[in-house]
């Protein structure tokens, strides 16, 4: 499972880029970030208003691999909830990467290669929200409703007049949306450019050919851009830069 530390790494890889900073190591920023963790809770007596969780027990290491996301979004905080995110770019990969160099890639790919966005400048990361999914238990099922809302993100394939399509929703997405299973698995298929429509006592997945589906897990976890500034004012200050 995805750490703090990780959204936060892919802040310090983006900051660095972008404006020349300094950028730390995977191992220094998950080192640095269970220091920082003590120190709060030790100044503050637990009521740090911090709203991550150390590194610790059921973490990915940063020597292990992984399938994975980076999604960057723009907080807007004078808006609810629900509405307060949105999606500034999202790219990530089913093969399995190593942590540090796939979270680096996948960090700037996202923020900088999503073509259906600008790229991310400098002056837009104190407005950001980045996410780390790290995804697991990949899983063919025959059925396209066969999975949870909230828990299984969705893979999908399949071929229409010829022609291939295919196209993928994080575990997050249909709980954030507020969408049905059925209502999810078409708007993948739109997603991925199938432009058809359902005869009468038809679902959209059995007007097309060779349907695939996978179903898959993984839990975002993610820091705002003020929580990255004052983990690094601290690491700066530690380290009397």
């Excluded at 999503?114 to 999914?133: G, W």
């Excluded at 058809?196 to 007007?207: D, F, I, L, S, T």
């Amino acid at each position: 499972m995805a750490s703090p530390a990780h959204a936060l790494y892919c802040f310090d890889v983006l900051s660095a880029k972008l404006t020349g900073g300094k950028q730390h190591t995977l191992d220094q920023i998950e080192y640095l970030y269970s220091q920082y963790l003590s120190s709060q809770n030790s100044n503050s007596n637990g009521n740090h208003n911090t709203h991550t969780t150390p590194t610790s027990n059921g973490h990915a290491d940063s020597k292990s691999s992984h399938p994975m996301f980076i999604t960057w979004n723009t907080l807007h905080p004078h808006h609810s909830r629900s509405s307060s995110h949105r999606l500034r770019g999202c790219i990530g990969t089913f093969a399995a990467q190593p942590l540090p160099s796939g979270l680096s890639t996948y960090a700037l790919t996202s923020a900088l290669e999503d073509h259906r966005f600008n790229p991310i400048s400098a002056a837009e990361l104190p407005s950001l929200h980045c996410d780390v999914t790290l995804l697991t238990d990949f899983e063919d099922i025959d059925d396209p409703l066969d999975w949870e809302v909230g828990v299984h993100g969705l893979r999908i394939s399949f071929h229409a007049r010829g022609r291939r399509y295919g196209s993928t929703y994080l575990p997050q997405v249909a709980r954030e949306q507020g969408w049905g299973r059925e209502e999810t698995v078409e708007s993948l298929m739109r997603k991925a450019g199938w432009s058809g429509k359902a005869r009468k006592g038809k679902r959209p997945w059995e007007e097309v050919e060779d349907m695939k589906v996978v179903r898959y897990q993984g839990r975002a976890v993610g820091v705002e851009y003020e929580e990255w500034r004052e983990f690094r004012e601290w690491v700066d200050e530690r380290e009397g830069a």
